[in-house]
Structures are given as structure tokens and as C-alpha cells.
């Protein structure tokens, strides 16, 4: 008989700057780092959880990191409908114990971005994107997560950065006006070499 008292899985929901995408936060850590599913495909490789999670109609999009799940429910549905549901639905996926990540995915990612991104910066350039990675992790991201999102910095060309935003940040209305008026202004200001940022979503 399993004597240890297992913790009780709290769980509540927080709004996001995007109105279709909304964060349910837990107590347990459920996965360090973050995991950004746009398709089920993907899920079925990577997630159990987000894998059970597509299967309810309401559900478009599934980002995990730390110890929340941000949602992303399709335009037909209101959150009022569905919230008590994917709350319900989180918690007793955590509280059996099941996967949520498997083994292998941040390697797995991180081997892809490293793929896509094919280009090795050398000497003041390399120094710069140092620079830019920096901020964007210090400045940004935590911002970016408390709202159930996340940036992460793909290019630097010209002047240009480029940069990804995953969950909540995807396709949310607001994130344009944060990536211009904030980040880009901060960037623009600590290095004087950006000239513009911008988006691709995740």
C-alpha cells in the first residue's frame, strides 16, 4: 500500500494578454523549460498530456512550462463554457502522476533550432547577438511568461532581430504593441545596431 501522502493539486486560472488563450497554473512543477504545441502532431510525438488535451473540441493550442499549461481555445468557444472543464481536466492528469513531457524533447528541440537557424555569427556580430540573447532573457521572458508566453531570439541580420513568441504570445493581438513599443525600444536603446524587431509566431 502506497503510504506517502501525495500533496494535494491545486490549480487556478489567470488571463493572458491574449483573449482566446488562458493560464492554468498549478503547484507542481510539470516540465522545466517550455513546450509549445501548435499541432497534435507534434503532441503525440513529445506529450501525453497535450496529446489528451487536443482531444477536447475546444482546444487549438497547448503550451507547458514550469508549473502552468497555457490553453489556446478555438474562436467558437467562451471561456466561461469551457474554463471549469480544463481545469478539472489538468488537475487529475497531474494529480494520477502521468507524463507530461517525454524523455528527449528539449534535446530533440533544441537540435531542430539549431538546424533552422544554420548560421554561425563571428566576431562583433557574435558578441551583439550575445547581447541581444542576454536581454531578451533577462528583461523579456520573465515578463513574457508571467502573461503564459515565451520569447525566444531566432535571428539577427542587418539590423533586424527576429524572435519567436509560443503560447499565449502567438497570435495574441497585444504582442505586436509589446514587440515594438517594448521590446523593440529597449533593444534599440542597449544596442544601438538593431534597427527593427520582429515576430514569427511559434
Known sequence: ?????????????????????????????????????????????????????????????????????????????????????????????????????????????????AEASNYEYTGDEAELVAKIKELINTYVKPAVEMDGGNIEFKSFKEGIVSVILQGSCSGCPSSTVTLKSGIEGMLKRMVPEVKEVVAEMG
Open 1 to 113: 500500500m502506497d503510504t506517502a501522502t501525495k500533496s494535494p493539486v491545486m490549480i487556478y486560472t489567470e488571463q493572458t494578454p491574449n483573449p482566446e488563450s488562458l493560464k492554468f497554473v498549478t503547484n507542481k512543477m510539470l516540465y522545466r523549460g517550455t513546450a509549445d504545441f501548435r499541432k497534435e502532431e507534434l503532441a503525440k510525438e513529445w506529450s501525453p498530456l497535450a496529446t489528451e488535451l487536443f482531444q477536447l473540441p475546444y482546444v487549438k493550442g497547448v503550451y507547458i512550462c514550469n508549473n502552468f499549461v497555457t490553453l489556446t481555445k478555438e474562436l467558437n468557444y467562451q471561456w466561461e463554457d469551457v474554463m471549469l472543464n480544463g481545469k478539472e481536466f489538468i488537475k487529475k492528469y497531474v494529480e494520477e502522476g502521468k507524463t507530461i513531457i517525454a524523455e528527449g524533447f528539449e534535446e530533440a528541440q533544441a537540435k531542430l533550432e
